[in-house]
């Protein structure tokens, strides 16, 4: 390398805006006068690094700033729909409803506060009853459409509070009581309590929650936790700390039952989450859908 040229390139371009004394060095000193050349000027260009990382920083603190603003944001807004996302309105399905008219009968259900459930019966009133708990945003009319009928079974189910077109708005407190009154309701039927209890989704808490010793349990793609079910929608958005939701399954009041308890996995995007929740049951039968129809799979779950 031309040290001569490396030096004038030193001497008349990059240090035009930077001079340096010459401290008397004479011709003779030129690789001195080189290293003194190059020191100060790391030293000038120590400042100019110096204001770029300050810079750096203060962006980087800025746009942490206005993420953290938003992630509280949305844990904020999330805190505020917490009943709706706990407690889900089911909306009005015509195509399930025209499916059933002519097979079903029309129920209602007074509650203690006044207000009347709509309600569905598929099947002879003497045979013995299945009460259906419908996932929150389900339409009751949705299941039977789905089964279409059991032989030797009469199916019962009510919409909840606000779904479909029962009037209302459900939460913790009116979704438990509702369901004890739902199935006083179905005992109405045919004078005998249900046999079979049947949830889907939140509705295996009811169910759960309703068995004495003698009925046979049926949970399609529970929940057995609403907070874990918030929690694992929306990750590190919602913590389940922050959740207040304290809708889930009594265990305690479970533990002598679960010999009468059959878990079936029907859609395939609720698999993992019902895996989850059977391992949390000692005792219950797995069944998995694979194609078969849904009604095969209440049969097979009868047979146990």
């Given at each position: 390398m031309n040290f001569k040229v490396i030096r004038k390139a030193i001497f008349l371009g990059i240090f035009k805006e930077h001079p340096i004394?010459?401290?008397?060095l004479s011709t003779g000193n030129?690789?001195?006068?080189?290293?003194?050349?190059?020191?100060?000027y790391i030293c000038a260009q120590m400042q100019n690094i110096k204001t770029f990382l300050k810079n750096a920083l203060f962006r980087l603190l800025r746009i942490?700033?206005?993420?953290?603003?938003?992630?509280?944001?949305?844990?904020?807004?999330?805190?505020?729909?917490?009943?709706?996302?706990?407690?889900?309105?089911?909306?009005?399905?015509?195509?399930?409803?025209?499916?059933i008219k002519a097979k079903a009968k029309t129920l209602s259900c007074s509650l203690e506060d006044g207000l009347v459930l709509e309600g569905f019966s598929l099947g002879k009133e003497t045979d013995p009853t299945l009460l259906?708990?419908?996932?929150a945003d389900e339409d009751a009319a949705q299941f039977l459409a789905q089964v279409d009928s059991l032989s030797?079974?009469?199916?019962?189910?009510?919409?909840?509070?606000?779904?479909?077109?029962n009037k209302g708005t459900p939460n913790e407190e009116n979704f438990t009581q509702d369901a004890i009154q739902i199935a006083e309701c179905a005992t109405q039927v045919n004078g005998n309590p249900p046999q079979i209890l049947v949830g889907r989704g939140m509705g295996a808490i009811l169910a759960l929650n309703q068995q004495t010793q003698q009925e046979q349990v049926i949970l399609i793609d529970p929940i057995l936790d609403i907070a874990d079910a918030i929690h694992q929608k929306y990750g590190f958005l919602y913590p389940k700390f922050l959740v207040r939701t304290n809708f889930k399954v009594n265990f305690d009041n479970l533990k002598n039952k679960q010999n009468n308890i059959t878990v079936v996995s029907d859609r395939k995007q609720f698999e993992n989450r019902t895996h989850l929740e059977y391992s949390k049951l000692v005792n219950a039968k797995l069944l998995i859908r694979n194609g078969e129809s849904l009604q095969k799979m209440l049969f097979l779950a009868f047979k146990r």
């Open positions: 004394p010459s401290f008397g030129r690789r001195e006068s080189f290293f003194l050349t190059s020191f100060f942490a700033g206005i993420l953290l603003v938003i992630y509280v944001s949305m844990i904020f807004y999330l805190a505020l729909t917490e009943r709706r996302n706990a407690f889900p309105r089911a909306i009005y399905h015509k195509e399930a409803n025209e499916a259906y708990y419908p996932e030797g079974i009469n199916i019962v189910t009510f919409n909840y509070r606000g779904s479909a077109q």
